[in-house]
């Protein structure tokens, strides 16, 4: 299942938000989808689908617990009842409903930024407090969780623990002992956890994902984790995810939380999910080595060619979180690399406190996309 991860493919004036947003002379490299097409298998599924041609209200495809649960066992060792799984149009949508499963009352949701940005507006929609920590960030880049810090963050009406692991935009994959650190933080304080594990599969060599769930029934017992194939197989568009939910209580929280309000996952989305997470990891293998190449190629070039600027470690996800507090940039350095390279990136800023003075970089793209953006930067950096 050979891929040409090298090869350019125009998604300009293809309602594409990643390409169309901005005017056609700028490289874009924010939003988080992949410049890839999707498996071969995906693909063909999705093209037997349109040829049947009839889209009308799906019902959950019959081997599609099954198919989740045996992922779930084989690549973490985290075995699931098949009647903890909620399939759900969106992560977005997924930690959203976990605010407004807990929101009866009042009260606040713990968050550790920069944190991707939506888990940011989360806890206002649904009429709850941000309580917010800053992870650490050590010399080297690396971000690290202060308990300290989480001591100092909660409240006695804190209700939920937001996490994000791997770290959208640090690049974090927890270890063990960190996840157990804060898994024990929020059962001494009664804390649901809900857990964005949307980007498990996208790991650097020498990391491996762990589910917060799977460290002890005590914690499944409090945890909504949210995985989706959208980011691993680049399907985002088709809007399929599913809630792990072992506790029967809390799931029914949840439930009753999008009655109403968000709808089932389509037709597409299923045959997609169940196409990828059958038969799309020959894919995904080829995709994690380029990616890693990717990232060494990346990494190189700040180091050497971006005068001022400095990358964290990514250990997950196709993300790349640049300080640019060194550059002495005129101004915020998300605005600059707009108007000096025509590159478009993340503002670090609209990750919260932390985030100031960074940008978030996609390198899910084609190399040579890759190169031109980051020459474009260097020029930028060198002639201001």
């Given at each position: 299942m050979s891929c040409d991860f090298d090869r350019f493919i125009d998604r300009r004036d293809t309602w594409?938000?990643?390409?169309?947003r901005y005017?056609?002379?700028?490289l874009p490299m924010w939003v988080a989808d992949m410049d890839f097409p999707s498996p071969e298998p995906v693909i063909r599924a999705l093209r037997e689908r349109v040829e049947h041609g009839i889209f009308g209200y799906p019902i959950e495809p019959p081997e599609m617990r099954e198919v989740v649960v045996t992922r779930l066992e084989r690549l973490y060792g985290w075995r699931v009842d098949p009647s903890a799984l909620l399939f759900i149009p969106g992560v977005v949508r997924g930690f959203n409903l976990a605010c407004h499963a807990v929101a009866d009352g009042g009260g606040g949701v713990l968050l550790q930024t920069p944190i991707y940005y939506p888990m940011l507006d989360a806890p206002g929609y649904a009429g709850l407090r941000n309580d917010e920590m800053e992870l650490t960030r050590l010399e080297d880049g690396r971000y690290v969780v202060d308990m300290e810090r989480m001591e100092a963050a909660v409240r006695p009406d804190t209700r939920l623990f937001m996490l994000c692991n791997p770290h959208n935009p640090v690049g974090r994959v927890y270890r063990r002992e960190?996840?157990?650190?804060m898994a024990d933080f929020c059962l001494r304080h009664g804390l649901i956890i809900c857990s964005d594990e949307i980007h498990c599969e996208l790991l650097m060599p020498g990391h491996r994902h762990l589910p917060i769930a799977s460290l002890?029934?005590?914690?499944a017992r409090r945890t909504i984790t949210l995985m989706a194939p959208s980011k691993t197989f680049n399907i985002a568009g088709l809007h399929f995810s599913v809630a792990i939910i072992e506790d029967k209580e809390l799931r029914e929280r949840y439930q009753r939380a999008y009655q109403g309000l968000v709808g089932s996952v389509g037709i597409m989305g299923y045959t997609a999910a169940l196409a990828a997470y059958r038969d799309g990891d020959p894919w995904l293998q080829e995709l994690l080595q380029y990616l890693s190449e990717n990232l060494a190629y990346l990494g190189a070039f700040v180091a050497e060619r971006l005068p001022g600027v400095s990358m964290?470690?990514?250990?997950?996800?196709y993300l790349a979180w640049l300080d640019c507090r060194s550059a002495d940039l005129d101004g915020n350095p998300h605005e600059f690399f707009i108007r000096q390279a025509r590159v478009a990136l993340n503002d670090g800023a609209r990750f919260g406190r932390g985030g100031e003075g960074f940008v978030r970089l996609n390198f899910g793209c084609c190399r040579s996309v890759l190169q031109q953006a980051l020459e474009r930067m260097e020029r930028a950096l060198k002639t201001r």
């Open positions: 594409c938000s990643k390409w169309d005017e056609q002379d700028v960190e996840l157990e650190a002890s029934p005590e914690v964290s470690p990514v250990e997950g996800t």
